[in-house]
C-alpha cells in the first residue's frame, strides 16, 4: 500500500543531543512537508521541500535541519539550537508542487519526540 | 496576519445529531481550503478540499461550505456516530505551494 512512514514513532531525548526523525514515502510525490503539532496549538510548518536537492523554511525553522537527497526521504533534525523540541512531528507529501488548486496533503503517522 | 480560528475547541454530542464546525480565517484571498480529521496520537487524514472557486464539497455524511467574503468555512456532520470522536482540523491554503495555515482543532466527541 502507498503511504507515508515516519519512525520513530516514540524517541526520548537528552538535551544537547541531535536526533534525526525519519520521513520515507511511496506514493512518488514530489512535495513533503514536516508539520510540529504542540497541546492546544494547531499544526506548525517547520521546512518544506517542493523538488529533490531543494527545501525551504516554513514559520519555525530555527533548530531544525533537513535534506532532500532523494525523492523519497525528507528527515528532519532537531538540533540542540531548538529550546523546546518535545512535541509531535508530522511529516506529509502532495502529489504536485503546490500549484494553486494543489492536492490533498497526505500525512504520516507521526513521531513523538520528548527531551528529557 | 493570515490566521485561521476554530471555534468551540471542544464539543459533545450524543449519537445520531447532526451537527456544525465553524472555522474562519482572516484574510478571505485564500487558494483552498481544507478539512481533515485526527486521532489521538495518529496523523491527520484529509477529509474535503475546497477550491476558492467552490462553494461546497461533500463526501458521505460530510457537507463543508465556503464562503470567502465572510472569511468562514463549515464542516456539517449529519447523523453522528461514535466513530466520528476526533479532532477535526480546518487549514487555509494562502499562498501556493501547500504552505498550510493550520487552526487549532475541535474535538468532538460522539455519546452513545
Known amino acids: 500500500d502507498g503511504g507515508i512512514t515516519q519512525s520513530p514513532k516514540y524517541l526520548f531525548r537528552k538535551e544537547g543531543q541531535n536526533v534525526t526523525l525519519s520521513c520515507e514515502q511511496n506514493?512518488?510525490?514530489?512535495?513533503m512537508y514536516w508539520y510540529r503539532q504542540d497541546p492546544g496549538q494547531g499544526l506548525r510548518l517547520i521546512y518544506y521541500s517542493q523538488i529533490v536537492n531543494d527545501f525551504q523554511k516554513g514559520d519555525i525553522a530555527e533548530g531544525y535541519s533537513v535534506s532532500r537527497e532523494k525523492k523519497e526521504s525528507f528527515p528532519l533534525t532537531v538540533t540542540s539550537a531548538q529550546k523546546n523540541p518535545t512535541a509531535f512531528y508530522l511529516c506529509?507529501?502532495?502529489?504536485?508542487?503546490?500549484?494553486?488548486?494543489?492536492?490533498?496533503?497526505?500525512f504520516g503517522a507521526g513521531s513523538r519526540l520528548t527531551v528529557l | 496576519k493570515q490566521e485561521v480560528t476554530q471555534i468551540p475547541a471542544a464539543l459533545s454530542v450524543p449519537e445520531g445529531e447532526n451537527l456544525v464546525l465553524n472555522c474562519s480565517f482572516t484574510?478571505?484571498?485564500?487558494?483552498?481550503l481544507q478539512w481533515f480529521r485526527q486521532d489521538p496520537g495518529k496523523g491527520l487524514t484529509s477529509l474535503l478540499l475546497?477550491?476558492?472557486s467552490q462553494r461546497e464539497q461533500t463526501s458521505g455524511r460530510l457537507n463543508a461550505s465556503l464562503d470567502k467574503s465572510s472569511g468562514r468555512s463549515t464542516l456539517y456532520i449529519a447523523a453522528s456516530q461514535p466513530g466520528d470522536s476526533a479532532t477535526y482540523l480546518c487549514?487555509?491554503?494562502w499562498g501556493g505551494g501547500n504552505k498550510l495555515t493550520f487552526g487549532t482543532g475541535t474535538q468532538l466527541k460522539v455519546e452513545l
Open positions: 484574510d478571505s484571498a485564500i487558494y483552498n
Open positions: 506529509a507529501s502532495s502529489g504536485d508542487r503546490g500549484i494553486r488548486g494543489a492536492n490533498v496533503l497526505t
Open positions: 506514493l512518488n510525490h514530489d512535495a
Open positions: 487549514a487555509v491554503n
Open positions: 475546497i477550491q476558492s
